[in-house]
C-alpha cells in the first residue's frame, strides 16, 4: 500500500543491489511491502533458479548485469539473497511476506561437546557443553530432551545465549536411570530441538545429537532360599526356593539335576521365571526328596545343579550354573535276618 511498484521496478534496472537495501532500511522503519516486491523481482530474474540477476546503469546509460545467489526454503521462496558482498536470510509467514531479516553470519553454528563419560543406573551422572560460535543479535532459546527417559534423564532441559555469553559453555547434566532389569548397557542420545531466535542465523538451528550410554548395574543369576540341606531316607524332604536377581526381558527356564542323579527326586525338575514373577519367592520352590537305595553306604553327599535351560533373553544364555549341596542320612544298617529265628 501507498508503494509506487512501477517506480521499484524502474530502480531494479537502475541499481538492484541498491533497490533491495532500500527495501530493508523501509522494513525497519515500519513499510514492510517494499521488500516484499524487491524480492518479488528477485524471483522474476531467477527464472526459479538457484541465482537472479541485478543491474547497474552508469551516468553514461550503460547497463550492467551480475548473477547472485539465493536460496529457497522448502515451499520454494527465496528465504536468502546475496547482494554484493553480503547475505541477506529472510523469514517468511504463510502469506509469503517477509516477517524479520539477518544479515547472514557464515560462523553461525552450535557446538555441543561430548558427554565426559558413561552415566550409569548406580547413580553415575556426566556433563556436556554447549555454546554458541558466534555472538548472536538477538537472544537464542535451546531446548534438549533424552531420546530414552527410561535411561538419561538432562538438567536443565533447555538454555538461553546472549552476545555476553555465547562464548561461556554452558553445562547440561545428564544423569543415568536406574531399573530392576538385565538389559545390559544401553544408549541413547541427548537431542536438541530447533533453537527459536530472532537473530535468523540461529532461528531453526538444530545441533548435532550427542550420543550417551547408561551402563547397567543388575548382573543375570539366580539365588537359592537355602544354599544346603539334609535329608533322610527313604524319603524324606526338604525345600528351596529360587529367585533371579534381575529382572529378564523375556522367561528364563531353570532346570534342576542331581550327580549322582539316583540318589535324589526334584519336583518341579524345572522353574520357570517371567519378567512379571522373576522376585517372587513363594512361586518358584522346589521340593528334593531323597530316594531310598536299600544300601548301607552311610550319609552321601549329592550336589544339586541348577541352570538356564531356555530363554530368549541373551543376556541370560550363558549365565553360569550352581549348586546346593544335599546330605542324605542312610536308613540302612548292617546286619543279618535269620528266618526260622
Not at 145 to 171: M, R, V, Y
Not at 301 to 322: C, F, K, N, Y
Request: aromatic share 8%; charged share 20%; with cysteine.
Amino acid at each position: 500500500p501507498q508503494e509506487f511498484f512501477a517506480s521499484i521496478a524502474n530502480q531494479w534496472f537502475c541499481d538492484s543491489a541498491h533497490t533491495v537495501e532500500l527495501g530493508l532500511s523501509r522494513f525497519r522503519d515500519g513499510y514492510v511491502q517494499p521488500i516484499n516486491q524487491a524480492l518479488f523481482f528477485a524471483e522474476v530474474y531467477s527464472q526459479a533458479g538457484d541465482h537472479t540477476w541485478f543491474y547497474r546503469i552508469d551516468t553514461q546509460g550503460n547497463i550492467t548485469r551480475e548473477a547472485m545467489a539465493l536460496r529457497r526454503d522448502d515451499q520454494g521462496r527465496i528465504d536468502q539473497l546475496q547482494v554484493d558482498d553480503k547475505v541477506y536470510r529472510f523469514k517468511l509467514n504463510d502469506s509469503d511476506n517477509v516477517v524479520a531479516y539477518s544479515l547472514v553470519d557464515p560462523n553461525a553454528g552450535i557446538a555441543m561437546s561430548p558427554i565426559s563419560g558413561d552415566v550409569s543406573e548406580a547413580g553415575d551422572a556426566r556433563t556436556l557443553t554447549v555454546q554458541l560460535n558466534s555472538p548472536p543479535t538477538h537472544q537464542v532459546t535451546i531446548a534438549f530432551h533424552s531420546s530414552d527417559l527410561t535411561e538419561g534423564s538432562i538438567s536443565p532441559d533447555s538454555l538461553t545465549f546472549s552476545d555476553s555469553n555465547w562464548s561461556s559453555g554452558q553445562a547440561i547434566t545428564v544423569t543415568g536411570i536406574d531399573d530392576d532389569v538385565a538389559d545390559g548397557d544401553i544408549a541413547f542420545s541427548i537431542i536438541a530441538e530447533p533453537a527459536v531466535s530472532e537473530d535468523l542465523n540461529y532461528d531453526g538451528l538444530v545441533p548435532p545429537e550427542v550420543p550417551a550410554k547408561n551402563v547397567d548395574d543388575e548382573e543375570p543369576g539366580f539365588t537359592f532360599g537355602k544354599n544346603a540341606l539334609t535329608v533322610s531316607e527313604p524319603n524324606s524332604s526338604d525345600a528351596t526356593t529360587v529367585v533371579l536377581n534381575a529382572k529378564p526381558m523375556s522367561d528364563v527356564v531353570i532346570g534342576i539335576s542331581s550327580e549322582p542323579s539316583a540318589e535324589m527326586a526334584f519336583s518341579p525338575s524345572t522353574l520357570t521365571f517371567t519378567p512379571d514373577d522373576w522376585s517372587i519367592a513363594e512361586l518358584h520352590a522346589n521340593t528334593m526328596t531323597a530316594v531310598d537305595d536299600l544300601l548301607v553306604d552311610g550319609p552321601q553327599t549329592v550336589l544339586a545343579t541348577l541352570s538356564v535351560l531356555e530363554t530368549s533373553d541373551p543376556l541370560w544364555v550363558g549365565v553360569p550354573a550352581q549348586t546346593i549341596e544335599i546330605t542324605i542320612n542312610d536308613d540302612d544298617v548292617p546286619g543279618l535276618r535269620i528266618t526260622p529265628t
